[in-house]
């Protein structure tokens, strides 16, 4: 009996320890994962007319205009998602290549098509929690949001040489107006990997405004596995050295990106160089 109880405790703990390893294996993946995913959705989240200047499709606005006085919240978004993923999974695909050796141009893309769309500030709010958040002076919240905005243009440079021919399907858009949020449904098919589903998080800024805040895939979302982290250093070494932790890992990646550039001479005093 005694051995048995031995035996039975050890096969106990064998099974725990296989569940936290994988369990850990899991974030890890995720946590890659997530990287590749928040550059997707940060190039192909705009939800108002900014796609009309870089794609050159002004039908585009016509025919949002057209859908927020006749139709619901849900139709607006899908059809405003379907046109970009479109259009700028084109645009991945013919001008990678080009936006790896020139960082200033894509910078300039992301700029043109992206911030400001994406709800840093909802974002941010998140991963500190709201308490942490709304305590902290204007000028630090400033700061940290405008790092986290940085941080979020950097995966999206990480991820553009992990581009690599995937194909993005809207499944489904839930929308809750009442309470101004939602969420699109994203088939992401891959011609090398296995087909990835993943949810982009909206929110709705004003009447007719919708903006992206957090997305998930697997069941966790980028923020989930972030949060941690951000609210670690904030706890023991405080706003300052989250600040500048972001602010270390952001400019010691730009300066390799634009050190390795086609042309590196070029690319100083620009942006992100």
């Given at each position: 009996m005694y051995f048995s109880g031995v035996k039975s405790g050890k096969t106990l703990k064998s099974a725990i320890a296989q569940k936290r390893k994988k369990e850990r294996m899991k974030v890890l993946f995720l946590s890659v994962l997530v990287r590749v995913i928040v550059t997707v959705s940060i190039l192909l989240l705009p939800l108002t007319s900014v796609a009309e200047s870089q794609l050159a499709e002004p039908a585009l606005e016509n025919i949002a205009v057209v859908d927020k006085q006749t139709v619901?919240?849900?139709?607006?978004?899908?059809?405003?998602?379907?046109?970009?993923?479109?259009?700028?999974t084109d645009q991945l695909a013919n001008q990678q290549e080009m936006y790896i050796k020139?960082?200033?141009?894509?910078?300039?893309?992301?700029?043109s098509t992206v911030i400001?769309?994406?709800?840093?500030?909802?974002t941010t709010r998140a991963l500190v929690g709201k308490a942490r958040y709304q305590g902290l002076a204007p000028a630090k919240r400033d700061a940290l949001i405008d790092s986290v905005d940085k941080t979020l243009m950097r995966y999206a440079f990480e991820g553009l040489e992990s581009?690599?021919?995937?194909?993005?399907?809207?499944?489904?858009?839930v929308v809750n107006e009442k309470q101004?949020?939602?969420?699109?449904q994203v088939l992401m098919a891959s011609p090398m990997l296995p087909d990835i589903n993943l949810d982009v998080?909206?929110?709705?800024?004003?009447?007719?405004?919708?903006?992206?805040v957090d997305v998930r895939v697997k069941g966790i979302t980028y923020v989930a596995i972030k949060k941690h982290k951000y609210r670690e250093i904030l706890e023991e070494q405080g706003i300052d050295a989250l600040i500048d932790n972001l602010g270390r890992k952001n400019a010691a990646y730009f300066l390799d990106v634009c050190a390795?550039?086609?042309?590196?001479?070029?690319?100083?005093g620009n942006a992100p160089c």
């Amino acid at each position: 009996m005694y051995f048995s109880g031995v035996k039975s405790g050890k096969t106990l703990k064998s099974a725990i320890a296989q569940k936290r390893k994988k369990e850990r294996m899991k974030v890890l993946f995720l946590s890659v994962l997530v990287r590749v995913i928040v550059t997707v959705s940060i190039l192909l989240l705009p939800l108002t007319s900014v796609a009309e200047s870089q794609l050159a499709e002004p039908a585009l606005e016509n025919i949002a205009v057209v859908d927020k006085q006749t139709v619901g919240a849900k139709q607006v978004v899908e059809r405003q998602f379907k046109a970009l993923f479109n259009s700028v999974t084109d645009q991945l695909a013919n001008q990678q290549e080009m936006y790896i050796k020139n960082p200033v141009a894509y910078h300039n893309f992301l700029t043109s098509t992206v911030i400001g769309l994406w709800d840093t500030s909802s974002t941010t709010r998140a991963l500190v929690g709201k308490a942490r958040y709304q305590g902290l002076a204007p000028a630090k919240r400033d700061a940290l949001i405008d790092s986290v905005d940085k941080t979020l243009m950097r995966y999206a440079f990480e991820g553009l040489e992990s581009y690599g021919g995937q194909i993005f399907k809207i499944v489904d858009v839930v929308v809750n107006e009442k309470q101004g949020m939602g969420w699109v449904q994203v088939l992401m098919a891959s011609p090398m990997l296995p087909d990835i589903n993943l949810d982009v998080l909206i929110k709705r800024m004003s009447a007719n405004t919708w903006r992206a805040v957090d997305v998930r895939v697997k069941g966790i979302t980028y923020v989930a596995i972030k949060k941690h982290k951000y609210r670690e250093i904030l706890e023991e070494q405080g706003i300052d050295a989250l600040i500048d932790n972001l602010g270390r890992k952001n400019a010691a990646y730009f300066l390799d990106v634009c050190a390795t550039s086609s042309e590196p001479e070029q690319m100083v005093g620009n942006a992100p160089c």
